[in-house]
């Protein structure tokens, strides 16, 4: 067989290779382009045609060299992307289910309070965890030094641009606070969000927790219309209709009250529940102290208002029967799953 025709038959064989598997891949390139094959073997031979032959097959045989090697590179990539038991695909099968994550109970309680204020034209406000003094204490009309700081033991943050420390807020009237000097009324929102205090951790209380303010603020806002409103949250949520007011103390409330709702006493559960009175003790709340409404820039002869704010573990606790308040803060998946039902 003359070069040529050697050539020639080459051209064909390259373009009839068909390979399956990896293994043929690997066959192909030894035969070709291995150490004692057809390339090696052409370019040997090649040294002794005659000179004429060496212009036509030279650059011919250098190409289908550099040809067959991409070949072979695009074959091996080929098959690594593809998975090589590709018989066993079945693109009808049901595809996998994924495990629905569950709802926190605290969010649960959360969204159920924002919807029922929502119904009545309130808005949702939020504001940051670290807080100022001015936030959290003094625009609420704690005055430095005064004893009612004492009410909430704080934790305390340093803050690297000034002398006085920031704080983790103990309560989330410091959004009422950010609230007041930023709009104008009438004011209607209610902020839900985590809080702070230095407090033992046992299984009643927690040094983080979460609460929700509500602050509502327009000409002519009576003590009346904050009962009125207290007394559909406590029909909408717990399904009970008597509430009463019991005189208390905020320094950013005047006058400022105790809500509790008549829960009753029908079972023992209720008993221990209620401490034997029936009444559940539910929020504080009052009138937005004049002088809170000055310091936020709000006028005070024009405006009145009110506001109250409570807790939300104490709620998910006695909706879902949790004994033990930490129970909410270990993230323990076994006791998020159970709140599956309540999506
Ligand atoms: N901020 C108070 C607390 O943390 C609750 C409150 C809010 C009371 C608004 C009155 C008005 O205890």
Redesign the pocket.
């Known amino acids: 067989m003359s070069f040529a025709e050697k050539v020639g038959e080459l051209i064909e064989e390259l373009e009839e290779a068909r390979v399956e598997t990896l293994e043929e891949v690997e066959e192909f390139r030894i035969k070709y382009l291995g150490s004692k094959g057809v390339f090696k073997s052409l370019f040997h031979e090649f040294k002794e045609v005659s000179s004429e032959e060496k212009r036509e097959f030279g650059k011919k045989l250098n190409e289908l060299k550099s040809k067959t090697e991409s070949l072979v590179s695009d074959w091996k990539s080929g098959f690594s992307e593809q998975p090589q038991e590709s018989s066993n695909l079945d693109l009808t099968r049901p595809g996998m289910l994924r495990e629905l994550g569950a709802e926190h109970p605290i969010s649960i309680i959360k969204r159920e309070i924002i919807d029922i204020f929502h119904a009545i034209g309130f808005s949702v406000a939020e504001g940051p965890e670290i807080e100022d003094d001015w936030h959290n204490f003094s625009a609420l009309n704690f005055p430095p030094e005064h004893p009612a700081r004492d009410m909430?033991d704080t934790f305390f943050v340093a803050n690297p641009n000034s002398e006085e420390d920031y704080v983790l807020r103990?309560?989330?009237?410091s959004v009422?606070v950010r609230v007041m000097e930023n709009n104008e009324p009438p004011i209607r929102v209610i902020a839900p969000g985590r809080?702070f205090r230095n407090e033992d951790i046992s299984a009643r209380s927690h040094c983080i927790f979460h609460?929700i303010?509500?602050l509502y603020i327009d000409e002519g806002v009576s003590f009346a219309d904050m009962k009125q409103t207290l007394e559909y949250f406590a029909k909408e949520f717990f399904g009970k209709s008597e509430i009463r007011l019991r005189p208390s103390y905020?320094p950013?409330?005047e006058p400022?009250a105790e809500m509790d709702v008549y829960w009753g006493l029908e079972s023992e559960v209720d008993y221990r529940m209620t401490k034997g009175t029936g009444w559940l003790e539910v929020?504080?709340?009052?009138m937005v102290d004049p002088a809170v409404l000055d310091s936020c820039g709000i006028d005070s002869e024009k405006y009145s208002g009110f506001?109250?704010?409570?807790g939300l573990e104490r709620s998910a606790m006695k909706r879902f029967r949790i004994p033990d308040i930490r129970m909410i803060f270990e993230n323990d998946a076994r006791f998020l799953k159970k709140f599956k039902s309540a999506l």
């Open positions: 909430q103990t309560h989330t009237s009422q809080v609460q303010e509500g905020f950013f409330t400022s929020m504080g709340c009052g506001a109250f704010g409570m």
